[in-house]
T-cell receptor, first 114, second 115 residues
């Protein structure tokens, strides 16, 4: 089955700086890669996703890049703000997340220092 | 449009007991997936229901079972509870099973503690 590795486990950046979180996956059949943000005690919230026919996707301060050959994808947050502090999870799924569900990484705790 | 809702929010059970968790999917969504999230870990896929039938299953034993109803709400049942079953149980709904329809939206979860 799919295996997703996520790094780093904790990331501390100064407010206004950029943050990058990296994930690798093992199953070359995976073709859907969402990122979720989870604040303490709250639901995972989808912030951006990318499918394997695209190399990069951007939404305001957030961007995701995908390298299918190397089987890795990354989340980039620019101009970080205090409200970006949360745990971020990457996920991967073969078949667009159908019967096999989503396989998640272990999460990155992003801390924005004022 | 209402989001995904789960009940109860918290639950305390004793080892060996049985538990039922409930999920109401987002309006218009016919697919529900259940995940287990241990403390400090990412969610792990338990199973998925599509139009009242189990559509896929992760690496969980048969004592984890589920149902989906005609209104697409769902239940997760766990028999013979073990201490390691203590976790946050998340439900996610989507418009469909595959492609662009399978973007999953999560509920806030049920925190289960097994003593």
């Amino acid at each position: 089955g799919e295996n997703v590795e996520q790094h780093p486990s904790t990331l501390s950046v100064q407010e206004g700086d950029s943050a990058v979180i990296k994930c690798t996956y093992s199953d070359s059949a995976s073709n859907y890669f969402p990122w979720y943000k989870q604040e303490l005690g709250k639901r995972p919230q989808l912030i951006i996703d990318i499918r394997s026919n695209v190399g990069e996707k951007k939404d305001q301060r957030i961007a995701v890049t995908l390298n299918k050959t190397a089987k890795h994808f990354s989340l980039h947050i620019t101009e970080t703000q205090p409200e970006d502090s949360a745990v971020y999870f990457c996920a991967a799924s073969p078949g667009g997340g159908g019967a096999d569900g989503l396989t998640f990484g272990k999460g990155t705790h992003l801390i924005i220092q004022p | 449009e209402t989001g995904v809702t789960q009940s109860p929010t918290h639950l305390i059970k004793t080892r060996g007991q049985q538990v039922t968790l409930r999920c109401s999917s987002q309006s218009g969504h016919n697919t529900v997936s259940w995940y287990q999230q241990a403390l400090g870990q990412g969610p792990q896929f338990i199973f998925q229901y599509y139009r009242e039938e189990e559509n896929g299953r992760g690496n969980f034993p048969p004592r984890f079972s589920g149902l989906q109803f005609p209104n697409y709400s769902s239940e997760l049942n766990v028999n013979a509870l073990e201490l390691d079953d203590s976790a946050l149980y998340l439900c996610a709904s989507s418009l469909g099973r595959s492609g662009a329809k399978n973007i999953q939206y999560f509920g806030a979860g049920t925190r289960l503690s097994v003593l």
